[in-house]
């Protein structure tokens, strides 16, 4: 392995593990970002704060080269209850950071002290430390507040903790990388009523249960087969009282998609199978679509730049450019539809992690923590050489 020489990995580790314990969910990360901010301070970096709300933004720059990047990590957690029982545990009972922007953080601010110590780079280091990353609309909050035209940058680059990897491994693949995302809701509405008499009343339960069935049918009838979707319910809201027949139930689900042109078809589909379930039992349907995030779509010049800065680092037989691409989403993708750049993988390793992002038993690994600092100060470093 070729990493630039880092001695205080342990001070980032504790880092780490004092965020892991005190999780902020999207757009109340006070104390994470006043964490980021004192230590961009002690390390001689510009210190931008309430970007984006919660959002820090450090400005190191080193020569006289007008060249300028962006590297990008995410802040927030997730609204889940921990089932860990390590020391370093969530101290509050229904939030976690169980996706690893904990790791993240660190990893970024030990790049970015790597950085201002050294300066052996030419041009302007971006260090983008970003809030609500998990659906909330962090990256285009962000974006709103002038973030490519307050901190110009030529291009933005993203890492994220990959469980499915083995550990330290790098993962750079060129096109869609992981899905766009919308949400939807479907409401039937019909005639409630008592249960021993359902035939006085429109039963919106047995209507939207099969609703429910045939949307499973969208991606598998509606679509080309060779089209990547996936449509998931994952919410069924109805009723209250043992004897009561509602009048009203709602469904809730996600779309992910890889090409924008299928949402389309599938909200189409969505739409018909809605209103034709609706009519056959004789309800009402209201369907309504929300647009979250656009795919992840890495350009081809890119990715080889990051896949050769990780091969400098980790070696070519831990780095690989042909990982399937992930049905989850990632609002990188708003930076990346801005300016060009690459959004990688960083093996989390499923045998030391223990389990998959989201779980409340995630914790990130701190063993990759060398890799992913040595990934961002050589990316800087290679994007900015000294001419």
Same mark, same amino acid.
Request: with cysteine.
């Given at each position: 392995?070729?990493? =630039?020489?880092?001695?205080?990995?342990?001070?980032?580790?504790?880092? *780490? *593990?004092?965020?892991? #314990?005190?999780?902020?969910?999207?757009?109340?990360?006070?104390?994470?970002? %006043?964490?980021?901010?004192?230590?961009?301070?002690?390390?001689?970096?510009?210190?931008?704060?309430?970007?984006?709300?919660?959002?820090?933004?450090?400005?190191?720059?080193?020569?006289?080269?007008?060249?300028?990047?962006?590297?990008?990590?995410?802040?927030?957690?997730?609204?889940?209850?921990?089932?860990?029982?390590?020391?370093?545990?969530?101290?509050?009972?229904?939030?976690?950071?169980?996706?690893?922007?904990?790791?993240?953080?660190?990893?970024?601010?030990?790049?970015?002290?790597?950085?201002?110590?050294?300066?052996?780079?030419?041009? /302007?280091?971006?260090?983008?430390?970003?809030?609500?990353?998990?659906?909330?609309?962090?990256?285009?909050?962000?974006?709103?507040?002038?973030?490519?035209?307050?901190?110009?940058?030529?291009?933005?680059?993203?890492?994220?903790?990959? =469980?499915?990897?083995? #550990?330290?491994?790098?993962?750079?693949?060129?096109?869609?990388?992981?899905?766009?995302?919308?949400?939807?809701?479907?409401?039937?509405?019909?005639?409630?009523?008592? +249960? +021993?008499?359902?035939?006085?009343?429109?039963?919106?339960?047995?209507?939207?249960?099969?609703?429910?069935?045939? @949307?499973? /049918?969208?991606?598998?009838?509606?679509?080309?087969?060779?089209?990547? #979707?996936?449509?998931?319910?994952?919410?069924?809201?109805?009723?209250?009282?043992?004897?009561? @027949? =509602?009048?009203?139930?709602?469904?809730?689900? /996600?779309?992910?998609?890889?090409?924008?042109?299928? *949402?389309?078809?599938?909200?189409?589909?969505?739409?018909?199978?809605?209103?034709?379930?609706?009519a056959a039992y004789g309800v009402n349907a209201e369907v309504?679509?929300m647009y979250v995030d656009p795919p992840t779509v890495n350009?081809?010049?890119?990715?080889?730049?990051?896949?050769?800065? #990780?091969? %400098?680092?980790?070696?070519?037989?831990?780095?690989?450019?042909?990982?399937?691409?992930?049905?989850?989403?990632?609002?990188?993708?708003?930076?990346?539809?801005?300016?060009?750049?690459?959004?990688?993988?960083?093996?989390?390793? +499923?045998?030391?992690?223990?389990?998959?992002?989201?779980?409340?038993?995630?914790?990130?690994?701190?063993?990759?923590? =060398?890799?992913?600092?040595?990934?961002?100060?050589?990316?800087?470093?290679? @994007?900015?050489?000294?001419?």
């Open positions: 392995m070729n990493f =630039p020489e880092i001695s205080y990995i342990d001070e980032f580790i504790a880092l *780490r *593990r004092d965020i892991h #314990a005190h999780p902020e969910p999207a757009f109340q990360e006070t104390r994470t970002a %006043d964490i980021v901010a004192r230590e961009l301070e002690r390390f001689g970096i510009a210190v931008h704060r309430g970007v984006g709300k919660t959002g820090v933004v450090g400005v190191l720059k080193s020569g006289s080269g007008a060249r300028s990047i962006g590297l990008r990590a995410d802040m927030d957690a997730l609204p889940l209850a921990e089932q860990n029982d390590f020391a370093h545990r969530s101290v509050y009972p229904d939030l976690m950071h169980a996706c690893g922007h904990d790791g993240h953080i660190a990893m970024l601010l030990g790049a970015a002290r790597y950085l201002a110590g050294h300066r052996d780079f030419d041009g /302007t280091v971006v260090f983008i430390f970003q809030p609500a990353e998990e659906g909330e609309g962090g990256a285009l909050e962000m974006i709103r507040d002038g973030l490519f035209q307050r901190f110009p940058m030529d291009s933005v680059y993203g890492l994220h903790n990959w =469980p499915e990897l083995a #550990a330290g491994e790098i993962a750079a693949i060129a096109g869609p990388v992981m899905a766009g995302v919308n949400r939807f809701e479907i409401t039937l509405r019909g005639r409630g009523g008592h +249960a +021993a008499m359902p035939h006085l009343a429109n039963d919106v339960i047995v209507a939207a249960s099969q609703l429910a069935i045939s @949307l499973q /049918t969208v991606t598998s009838r509606s679509l080309h087969p060779a089209e990547a #979707a996936v449509v998931s319910i994952t919410c069924f809201n109805a009723g209250s009282a043992w004897n009561v @027949l =509602p009048e009203e139930v709602t469904l809730r689900g /996600t779309i992910r998609i890889f090409n924008p042109e299928v *949402r389309k078809e599938i909200e189409a589909a969505i739409t018909r199978l809605s209103n034709g379930s609706a309504k679509f350009p081809a010049d890119e990715v080889k730049r990051c896949f050769d800065v #990780a091969c %400098d680092i980790i070696g070519k037989d831990k780095v690989t450019r042909g990982a399937r691409p992930s049905m989850a989403s990632e609002d990188f993708s708003c930076l990346l539809a801005e300016r060009p750049g690459c959004y990688v993988w960083l093996g989390n390793g +499923a045998e030391t992690a223990g389990c998959a992002l989201h779980s409340p038993r995630y914790d990130f690994n701190d063993e990759i923590l =060398p890799v992913g600092i040595a990934y961002w100060v050589r990316l800087a470093q290679t @994007l900015l050489e000294k001419r």
